[in-house]
Nanobody, 121 residues
């Protein structure tokens, strides 16, 4: 069972930056694809980004050029760097992992508890 723990959420001003972390103690982390999703109040959980085993990344259009997803396999941690944060980025952010991965919730087997990102001046 892979356990994931997000951290780094908090309050950020519009235009500011925040870095979210997704950590696991599993030594098999390198074999997983890591995805980030977010859910705003009253909205469906949506795909944000994914990083594949080879380090390549995919982003939803609304965060391209602003968010960067990376992974440090030695630390079993993935990072979502959020720059130029906008009000519409406010949500609970979840990291997820899977052997195959994809762009939908159903593609992921393991989920963290989520971390809140609040955007306000």
């Amino acid at each position: 069972q892979l356990q994931l723990m997000e951290s780094g959420g908090g309050l950020v001003q519009p235009g500011g930056s925040l870095r979210l972390s997704c950590a696991t103690s599993s030594y098999t982390f390198t074999s997983y694809i890591v995805g980030w999703f977010r859910q705003a109040p009253g909205k469906e959980r949506e795909f944000v980004a994914a990083i594949w085993r080879d380090g390549s990344t995919t982003y939803t259009n609304s965060v391209k050029g602003r968010f960067t997803l990376s992974r440090d396999n030695a630390k079993n941690t993935a990072f979502l760097q959020m720059n130029k944060v906008a009000v519409e980025d406010a949500a609970v952010y979840f990291c997820a992992a899977a052997s195959t991965g994809g762009f939908y919730q159903r593609d992921y087997n393991y989920w963290g508890q989520g971390t809140q990102v609040t955007v306000s001046s």
